[in-house]
């Protein structure tokens, strides 16, 4: 089946060039006296913020120069009708951007930053990019109201090119052993079937030829990975769901390695303590661990779920490699989100603090987790670019249905998009194995209490 058409829109290279002007005007804001940021608009999404680092006057670097991607729009078919629709009450399709002078933020609910500028971008022919990228504008626009020689100038880049995806749909809540449709327009015909299921400790050894350790090796996966600690009191463990192709075949799996526990003395699983899922994928008649999956419950006015998603290097028997985190972020634990790996957004895109905003996604590029290296294709083992994958995810006691979008580039093979799905599977069970301990979870994950009982 083909797949469905999605058009990425990006906007980057932003710099400012304010002129240092021979009678300093009111309205002029040195750079050396303040910070610099933007909102970037487009009708029907998210605003997205960016900062906007400021040059010198004589400078032109942005046009020669490769600066990370400000804000990323990923359009389905959907939104690029809506975005197309005629109404007399709706202008030109434009894309825009005010720029602030000042911190981020709000001080007595009133917005920290000053105006400095708009920009208006118009994006013609926008559904056009589905089959050939286009670029709306790359170079400087003068903004602000100042006198001609002392305007200040703000460069960008916005480009549209094409980001086929398959999209795949969960026909029940991955707990229930459902099915796996791909969807493609108004089609959808059914691909895998999931499994969930229970790992106790006593029949660990029993599952599969799969579970066994490398040769020489006197550890095992589950204990190279995580940690089967046996605590008493407050914790979720053993879950687990295997993903097969029509012929029943397993192709994919995400096994629950280490508890879900509380942390001492509350009721909730911290992210000093998380628990974790290993992604396997199936390679040389066993399982291999593919990815690592780690998720907790954030404390404060967010509440929200923690995770961090890491890639397991293939080192054929070798030494283990350090794992390559591909994202790390939070989703709303009430209002749910999207759980995304995104390579080309750039590192902390959606709060003051460095992380993203709930319902999105950092990725700090192909990288080792401890190297501090953030560079695009300095890790060997990295073969992920651009867009990888986004899983939709439901707020506590939802009914969730997660809807996976893969790119084209990242599936080659059956096991490609099984992977993700089982991915997406973890995610979406994090969100129950995180509740907190003083609620009750559905009777579909309590089976393993009722069979310990």
Request: charged share 20%; aromatic share 8%.
């Amino acid at each position: 089946m083909d797949p469905c058409p999605f058009v990425r829109l990006t906007v980057g290279n932003l710099a400012l060039k304010i002129p240092v002007a021979s009678k300093p005007a009111r309205s002029l804001v040195h750079p050396s006296s303040s910070p610099c940021f933007c909102k970037i608009k487009l009708k029907n999404f998210p605003v997205q913020s960016a900062v906007v680092p400021f040059i010198p006057p004589e400078s032109n670097v942005p046009d020669n120069q490769v600066q990370p991607i400000a804000a990323t729009f990923h359009l389905g078919k959907l939104d690029l009708d809506r975005l197309a629709g005629k109404s007399i009450f709706a202008g030109k399709l434009c894309l825009k951007i005010l720029i602030y002078t000042g911190r981020r933020g709000t001080t007595c609910g009133v917005n920290a930053g000053r105006l400095l500028g708009k920009v208006s971008v118009p994006l013609d022919q926008l559904a056009g990019t589905v089959s050939k990228a286009t670029v709306f504008h790359s170079g400087w626009i003068s903004v602000g109201k100042e006198a001609k020689g002392s305007t200040a100038q703000f460069h960008l880049n916005v480009k549209a090119e094409p980001d086929p995806r398959f999209v795949f749909q969960f026909d029940g809540e991955p707990e229930c052993s459902p099915q796996v449709f791909q969807i493609q327009g108004n089609i959808s015909q059914p691909v895998f079937t999931c499994k969930f299921s229970f790992r106790n400790t006593g029949d660990r050894n029993q599952r599969s030829r799969s579970l066994q350790s490398e040769a020489g090796s006197s550890r095992s996966w589950l204990s190279s990975f995580g940690s089967e600690r046996e605590r008493p009191g407050k914790e979720r463990k053993g879950w687990s769901i295997t993903v097969h192709d029509l012929s029943g075949s397993p192709v994919a799996a995400a096994s629950m390695v280490t508890p879900f526990v509380a942390s001492p003395g509350s009721d909730r699983v911290s992210c000093s303590n998380p628990g974790s899922w290993l992604i396997l994928r199936p390679g040389d008649g066993t399982w291999k661990p593919w990815g690592r999956l780690e998720a907790w419950r954030e404390r404060g006015g967010s509440d929200g779920l923690g995770y961090r998603f890491e890639l397991i290097p293939d080192t054929n028997g070798g030494m283990s490699a350090a794992g390559i985190v591909l994202a790390e972020s939070t989703l709303s634990s009430n209002k749910g989100g999207k759980f995304v790996i995104d390579l080309s957004s750039r590192v902390g895109s959606g709060g003051s603090n460095g992380r993203a905003t709930p319902g999105s996604a950092t990725s700090p590029v192909c990288s080792p987790r401890s190297s501090g290296d953030y560079g695009y294709g300095l890790w060997p083992y990295c073969m992920y670019r651009g867009f990888v994958m986004s899983a939709s995810v439901e707020g506590e006691g939802r009914c969730s249905k997660p809807t996976v979008e893969v790119s084209v580039p990242h599936v080659n093979c059956t096991e490609d998009a099984a992977a993700f799905v089982a991915l997406a599977a973890a995610v979406d069970l994090s969100v129950d194995a995180c509740r907190l301990f003083s609620q009750r979870l559905r009777k579909e994950l309590c089976q393993q209490m009722e069979s310990l009982g």
